[in-house]
């Protein structure tokens, strides 16, 4: 099964902050592939990521800026697939969120994992609209949740604090759903747009953020990725997801300069870039040299 818990020191399932346990329900195919697979599209200039586990589950966080991510989901799913079991929006910005909306429409979504952030725009109320309609369960994210992928693949949820989250809101990048996935000696951080103050946040807590891949927080702009973060987070592969010329001059060369110690692959160089691990190695396949 799929399922949300909060870590304590005795690994006990505790109540969810929407006030039950997520569980979902599956029948695990049995296979001997044993590779995570983790898509970072081109989508342009906003985030999309697609995760199929060994055992086909399927979650899909931000779907981008438009229709981009239909297509995408089309070259890494079979044709004859259209469910999808998990999606996350980390934040109901247009560039992470309407690409969602068409997703919504074309597929049966399983569950959904949002920051609770809400958004007075006509993109973000038709998402609302089509959840309601399809009866889709959600799920608010808290800082402190496990979302249990498979057996040894796990989501950890290191923000929002929900008891924090009014003060860090302005601007609406900081209430970004932050994840570290994380399958045997193979960890992945998935920063959605936080900007430097979370950053801090999290370097200042009793937490590890070391990871061997890092997924840049907004699209290399010079308002995230303090220094102090990258070196906490120390990764091996960073990964820049940022359309090509892009008006804002994303990503900083500052940004870029901090990342020295770290191989840089960018969507609007790389194209689509494909993450392959067993939990003990990790190999990279981009759409572009």
């Given amino acids: 099964m799929f399922l949300i818990a909060r870590k304590t020191k005795y690994f006990i399932l505790i109540i969810l902050f929407s006030g039950t346990v997520f569980i979902w329900s599956v029948i695990f195919i049995q296979t001997p592939n044993n590779i995570l697979e983790v898509y970072f599209f081109d989508v342009g200039q906003g985030d999309s990521i697609f995760i199929e586990t060994p055992n086909k589950k399927q979650i899909l966080i931000d779907g981008g800026p438009d229709k981009t991510v239909l297509e995408k989901l089309n070259q890494a799913m079979p044709f004859y697939d259209q469910t999808i079991d998990l999606i996350i929006l980390t934040h109901p910005d247009a560039d992470h969120l309407t690409g969602l909306i068409e997703v919504l429409e074309y597929y049966q979504i399983g569950h959904i994992l949002t920051s609770g952030f809400q958004k007075d725009t006509a993109g973000y109320q038709e998402w609302q609209r089509l959840i309601k309609k399809k009866e889709i369960p959600l799920t608010i994210a808290q800082i402190g949740q ?108 500052t940004v870029l300069e901090k990342l020295k110690n770290s191989i840089i692959y960018r969507t609007d160089k790389n194209g689509d870039i494909q993450i392959l691990t067993d939990g003990i190695l990790f190999d990279i396949v981009s759409e572009k040299k």
């Fill in 146 to 253: 496990n979302i249990v992928l498979q057996d040894g693949i796990v989501l950890e949820i290191l923000w929002p604090d929900q008891s924090l989250i009014s003060s860090y809101s302005n601007p609406v990048n900081n209430v970004s759903v932050v994840g570290r996935l994380v399958y045997g000696d193979i960890e992945i951080f998935l920063t959605g747009d936080i900007e430097n103050k979370v950053e801090k946040y999290l370097v200042d807590q009793d937490i590890w953020l070391e990871s061997d891949i890092l997924k840049l927080a907004h699209h290399g702009s010079k308002t995230s990725s303090i220094q102090s973060f990258i070196n906490k987070v120390n990764p091996e592969i960073s990964v820049i997801s940022v359309g090509e010329n892009n008006k804002y001059n994303h990503p900083h060369e």
